[in-house]
Nanobody, 123 residues
């Protein structure tokens, strides 16, 4: 199927920056979208940045102007540059992909998630 591996999380002080990276691997035939979601303790998972292939990127309102997502469709990677970080950005960040992949002699389309990577913003 499809596997996602995230890297780059950690601890940073308010106002600092972090860059998250995600690489997708497996029997990918076609990618429809990639992006990043996050989930804070006790809250639901919400979108941070969503990148449809050939479409317009969507950012969550709280991160607009501070976060920037970049996708390399040839390598199936998606990065999230996070600047001017705030304590409320603290969360588990998940990489996301919608893709068609080889499966059981044919093809299937599904959504996949990374294992999650922690970002903590605190003084």
């Amino acid at each position: 199927q499809v596997q996602l591996v995230e890297s780059g999380g950690g601890f940073v002080q308010p106002g600092g920056s972090l860059r998250l990276s995600c690489a997708a691997s497996g029997s990918i035939f076609r990618v429809f979208a990639m992006g990043w979601y996050r989930q804070a303790p006790g809250k639901e998972r919400t979108v941070v940045a969503y990148v449809p292939i050939g479409g317009s990127t969507t950012y969550a309102s709280p991160v607009k102007g501070r976060f920037s997502v970049s996708l390399d469709n040839t390598k199936n990677t998606v990065d999230l540059q996070m600047n001017s970080l705030k304590p409320e950005d603290t969360a588990l960040y998940y990489c996301y992909i919608e893709a068609t992949y080889s499966w059981d002699g044919g093809y299937a389309t599904n959504n996949f998630w990374g294992q999650g990577i922690q970002v903590t913003v605190s003084s």
